[in-house]
């Protein structure tokens, strides 16, 4: 990693801009926000680039009416008059891409401009074939000891993403070092690991700013799931190493654009603290693993607030993705399944502290 860089986060934009109203972030740069109805997101943004005669979008919000009858509204008010002539998902989750067939439907025909690999996550996810494949996870969860009445919990709670997500018939597609001209300007395309299968940010380098997705979020930590579709997968370790990766290529004077809260100052600073978020939660993961371990029975030693049947699956996929992270590294064993769970334990020589940021 290069040297170090200021300590912390700065905020350029005091308030999230509220229901129906949008605020400009850079010349020809509009932002909105749009509710989303999971637990604790509470709120997506989106962001309108002026480009030529008409406006780039970048992502479109969580299918469903309410969120549709407010980004008329905002195709009414914010856009001059102006139509949207491209429309870019940064990555398949329903708070992203939701309302993508709604939106290239009412502008004619547009082909959503996204990784192949998300394009495809989304249309194997709309087909309950992913992350709504509840019977998988069910019995996902059962092999990693998840104790029944959460399990009940899990099963109740969890929201659809078929319910929440309508998607055009093609999309085009964009891949990491492509870039997209956008009224003038040179927006690259950069691949991040862990949280969805090959998320894109846009980057352009000469305006300074770096429109994020969900891949560095400030004050909220992007989900890392291990899913049953790909249970030795090691999510966490791809997380890890885009958090170096864009520590080491942004500049520090770049404007960063989340997808969740506020623009912030200070990636360096940012990509620091997530490094250090996810090396003490492995810490914490090892050392309760001196004694052989299933997942589940990691939820009370990994998450101190109470879970809602959602946030169960996310909690799940997260300690798992800690969990094959340290078996990746060496740390830990994965042991045979006993009794039906299947647990890890702790290899002798283990550290104690495990410091992601190198
Ligand atoms: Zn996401």
Known sequence: MSPPA????????????????????????????????????????????????????????????????????????????????????????????????????????????????????????????????????????????????????????????????????????????????????EWVAIRGGGHSPEHISLWCRARAILIAGDQILPTISTNISVWPTEPLADPLGLFLDSCRHFHDIIPPETLILPSHRRPFFGIQARARELLAHHGERLSVVLAACAEPRAAGELLDVMFTRALDGHQLGFAMGEALAHLNHLVCIGHLERLPVEHGVQRFRRRPGAPDQIDPSR
Not at 58 to 64: A, F, N, V, Y
């Open 6 to 185: 200021p300590a912390a986060l700065s905020y350029p934009f005091a308030t999230i801009p509220e229901s129906g109203g949008v605020v400009r972030v850079a010349e020809g740069i509009v932002w909105a926000s749009l509710p989303i109805p999971f637990t604790g997101l509470r709120q997506v943004n989106i962001w309108f680039l002026r480009d030529g005669p008409g406006w780039t979008m970048i992502d479109c919000g969580h299918g469903d009416e309410a969120t549709r009858a407010r980004l008329l509204e905002l195709f009414e008010s914010a856009l001059e008059g102006r139509p949207v002539t491209r429309l870019v998902l940064t990555h398949f989750h329903p708070d992203h891409v939701g309302n993508s067939g709604f939106v290239c439907a009412h502008w004619g025909g547009l082909l959503p401009v996204m990784a192949q690999a998300e394009w495809f996550a989304a249309n194997l996810a709309v087909r309950s074939a992913y992350t709504d494949a509840f019977g998988d996870r069910a019995s996902f969860h059962a092999l990693h000891g998840l104790a029944p009445e959460r399990a009940a919990q899990f099963d109740s709670g969890s929201a659809r993403y078929a319910k929440g997500v309508q998607l055009p018939p093609a999309f085009q597609r964009i891949a990491e070092g492509q870039s997209l001209r956008i009224d003038g300007d």
